[in-house]
């Protein structure tokens, strides 16, 4: 784990645990970042060998530049390895982020396994890595950040980042599907606890992985002519996260520029 520590020790900030933090430009920095910026502590997951075996490769000193952004911006922050395919992670996750930084109160959940094959091709192996990762993970998280939850009532928050992609992404899809119904069941059996639970669906956002075919038809496919940024979901996840987005509960939101309509 590497960890900066707490800049203040009379800091009462809460404490967010943003998951899938492994590339500067990625979604879930720009809300680590993000979150940080509005006051919040930051622990935050990243998996390595993910990013080793995808197009994109490596980001080496992404986690160090991540974690000295976010000090500087006030918040205490630590990052963990986390393989969560393995269903004990997620248990190991909160223990060492509580240890280290105090009790989770909001849980945004980034993490993705993302492998492109279809209805013919797609193996077994892939499709139980994609169901392990992005549905069985996050339901572990979420169970996990429940039971432990002792926050005021209406002050928890838990957000996932999904997608509607499916046709020819079919166990990305699929398993994207799964979270949403994880993440949107916990807005009424989390009631009792007062913890909010939305999904967000981003909609085309490159951060470095379309091929430029990709690219231009998503940009010529959108109303406002361009693609989505990190920072469009960030500002969005901030304020679900904020007292203000407190009334916003059990919803799947489009953050999508119009592409949907």
Same mark, same amino acid.
């Given at each position: 784990?590497?960890?900066?520590?707490?800049?203040?020790?009379?800091?009462?900030?809460?404490?967010?645990?943003?998951?899938? $933090?492994?590339?500067?430009?990625?979604?879930?920095?720009?809300?680590?970042?993000?979150?940080?910026?509005?006051?919040?502590?930051?622990?935050?997951?990243?998996?390595?060998?993910?990013?080793?075996?995808?197009?994109?490769?490596?980001?080496?000193?992404?986690?160090?530049?991540?974690?000295?952004?976010?000090?500087?911006?006030?918040?205490?922050?630590?990052?963990?390895?986390?393989?969560?395919?393995?269903?004990?992670?997620?248990?190991?996750?909160?223990?060492? $982020?509580?240890?280290?930084?105090?009790?989770?109160?909001?849980?945004?959940?980034?993490?993705?396994?993302?492998?492109?094959?279809?209805?013919?091709?797609?193996?077994?192996? +892939?499709?139980?890595?994609?169901f392990a990762v992005n549905a069985r993970?996050?339901?572990?998280?979420?169970?996990?950040?429940?039971?432990?939850?002792?926050?005021?009532? *209406?002050? *928890?928050?838990?957000?996932?980042?999904?997608?509607? !992609?499916?046709?020819?992404?079919?166990?990305?899809?699929? +398993?994207? *599907?799964?979270?949403?119904?994880? $993440?949107?069941?916990?807005?009424?059996?989390?009631? !009792?606890?007062?913890?909010?639970?939305?999904?967000?669906?981003?909609?085309?956002?490159?951060?470095?992985?379309?091929?430029?075919?990709?690219?231009?038809?998503?940009?010529?496919?959108?109303? @406002?002519?361009? @693609?989505?940024?990190?920072?469009?979901?960030?500002?969005?996840?901030?304020?679900?996260?904020?007292?203000?987005?407190?009334?916003?509960?059990?919803?799947?939101?489009?953050?999508?520029? *119009?592409? +949907?309509?």
């Amino acid at each position: 784990m590497n960890a900066h520590p707490r800049p203040s020790e009379t800091s009462a900030r809460p404490v967010a645990l943003v998951t899938g $933090v492994g590339r500067t430009v990625g979604i879930g920095a720009a809300i680590a970042r993000r979150l940080a910026a509005s006051g919040w502590d930051v622990a935050r997951t990243q998996w390595t060998p993910y990013d080793d075996r995808m197009p994109w490769g490596v980001e080496h000193g992404a986690t160090d530049t991540v974690g000295a952004e976010l000090t500087g911006l006030g918040a205490a922050t630590v990052a963990v390895e986390a393989d969560l395919a393995d269903p004990g992670t997620p248990t190991r996750v909160l223990d060492e $982020v509580e240890q280290r930084l105090g009790p989770v109160r909001a849980l945004v959940m980034c993490h993705c396994e993302s492998v492109d094959s279809g209805l013919l091709d797609t193996t077994v192996a +892939s499709f139980d890595r994609h169901f392990a990762v992005n549905a069985r993970a996050s339901w572990l998280l979420v169970r996990e950040f429940a039971r432990r939850f002792h926050g005021e009532h *209406g002050s *928890g928050r838990i957000i996932a980042l999904t997608s509607d !992609h499916v046709v020819h992404n079919l166990p990305y899809g699929a +398993s994207k *599907g799964a979270l949403d119904r994880i $993440v949107l069941a916990s807005a009424r059996e989390l009631a !009792h606890l007062g913890v909010t639970a939305n999904v967000v669906n981003p909609g085309p956002v490159d951060t470095g992985w379309m091929p430029d075919q990709v690219r231009d038809a998503c940009t010529a496919h959108t109303p @406002l002519g361009r @693609l989505g940024t990190p920072r469009d979901t960030a500002h969005l996840v901030d304020f679900l996260c904020s007292p203000q987005g407190g009334w916003i509960n059990g919803q799947l939101l489009n953050s999508d520029g *119009g592409i +949907s309509a």
